[in-house]
């Protein structure tokens, strides 16, 4: 197929045209079958054209597919807040906006922040993804490529180490670095928000430190500063649960959500107490297409569909589906290049090393040609792209699960 006309700096990962899905797999414009454990990258948590969502879509198209909320409200718009705020995990009333995307989310964020404590600076952690918008780009714990050749980025932001299991920094080394960016760097009293991910995406599927999580809740009380979780891909039902923050014991201030919220049909939001949400001017927050009818008709169905006990069956049954084969793989030293199972839940990446026990982004670019080629999709993720993400639908069918990770052990193998 012909790029010409598209920017040579949208990378793609896989050199292939797709034409059509169905849950967990895909389909190439040569007819060529996939099975998909990228899922859009953590959008289609309930799969490719889910039927509810399909007919939810076809509805609203009849009725009214696109009206301005900040011209004059409607229907799905407000359903859907009303459904997403009791959806929300926290003990306190919910208020929110709707969004196009995730990195619009995260940028909306920091205006309210700013809007609510007077203060601008951010501080953010190594590794964290939050888009690629001017603002959001300076979050981000990674320089190449995104930071790269856009000049200066609004700030001030720092950054703290990223304390998990996953990664071996631990919460005392993470409070030290705390400790000393407030003595070196930064008054504290000129910090609006710490923003993080529960469970990194794009750093490798790191799950947060709990302990770490709790003691900066409670620094943020001290100090008067709020705090972001950003679950744009650890959230609705990625973890086992409806967000990943609920794993850590602490309610975050604001939420950001993208990805999955809409079922495949473009979505962000930014949810959090209600006071903060309305501290900016009226016409402060808001934009043409956020909260588009169609948008807000998927994403309702697609919470109607995300149960409890859903949640809880599909991440189970992928957990163990992911946690035996990894297990069964090291016992057998299938090969040498397998390193860390991470993450939590279904949110799982895969390392690869090289002899030296050190990141293998040579092996992961390898296996990802190899999978393509016997019919998986996979996707990298970490630092040094070298761990693989797994991010199939939810609602993937056990033996269509099982057939993927069949593929990926052959191609692992061949390491
Ligand atoms: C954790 C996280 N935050 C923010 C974003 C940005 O979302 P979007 O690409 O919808 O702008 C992403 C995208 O990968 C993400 O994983």
Wanted: net charge negative.
């Amino acid at each position: 197929m012909n790029h010409e006309n598209i920017s040579r700096s949208i990378s793609t990962v896989h050199p292939i045209c797709l034409s059509h899905g169905r849950n967990a797999e895909v389909w190439d414009s040569d007819g060529k079958r996939y099975i998909d454990f990228v899922g859009g990258i953590g959008v289609l948590n309930l799969g490719h054209c889910h039927p509810r969502i399909v007919a939810a879509i076809q509805e609203q198209a009849t009725r009214l597919t696109h009206y301005a909320f900040n011209a004059a409200p409607h229907a799905p718009y407000i359903e859907f807040m009303q459904r997403l705020a009791a959806f929300i995990p926290v003990s306190y009333p919910v208020s929110g906006m709707l969004t196009n995307s995730g990195a619009e989310a995260a940028e909306n964020a920091l205006k309210i922040v700013r809007g609510a404590t007077g203060r601008s600076a951010v501080v953010a952690f190594d590794g964290g993804f939050h888009g690629r918008t001017l603002a959001t780009l300076n979050l981000n714990g990674k320089v190449a490529p995104y930071k790269q050749k856009v000049g200066v980025l609004p700030g001030p932001v720092y950054h703290l180490p990223y304390p998990s299991a996953d990664n071996g920094v631990s919460c005392d080394e993470a409070l030290k670095a705390m400790q000393r960016l407030f003595s070196v760097e930064i008054d504290v009293e000129e910090v609006a928000c710490f923003i993080l991910e529960p469970v990194q995406g794009e750093g490798g599927f790191l799950a947060l430190d709990a302990s770490f999580a709790r003691a900066l809740r409670q620094f943020c009380d001290a100090h008067g500063i709020l705090l972001i979780a950003d679950e744009i891909q650890s959230g609705f039902g990625r973890t086992g649960q409806r967000f990943a923050f609920s794993r850590l014991g602490i309610e975050p201030d604001l939420i950001l959500l993208g990805k999955s919220i809409g079922g495949g049909v473009p979505l962000g939001a930014v949810v959090g107490r209600q006071a903060l949400l309305d501290v900016l001017p009226k016409g402060g927050l808001g934009g043409t297409y956020s909260g588009n009818p169609m948008a807000c008709a998927a994403a309702l169905a697609t919470l109607e569909e995300m149960t409890d006990e859903h949640l809880q069956q599909w991440g189970e049954l992928q957990e163990r589906m992911i946690v035996e084969r990894y297990q069964a793989w090291k016992e057998r030293g299938l090969t040498a290049a397998l390193g860390r199972l991470t993450g939590v839940g279904a949110m799982r990446g895969i390392e690869l090393v090289n002899a030296q026990g050190e990141p293998a982004p040579e092996h992961l670019g390898s296996l990802l040609n190899s999978a393509r080629e016997a019919g998986l999709l996979l996707m990298p993720s970490g630092k040094s792209r070298h761990i693989i993400r797994l991010l199939a639908p939810l609602t993937t069918e056990p033996e269509v699960f099982e057939e993927g990770l069949d593929i990926l052990q052959e191609c692992l193998a061949r390491l």
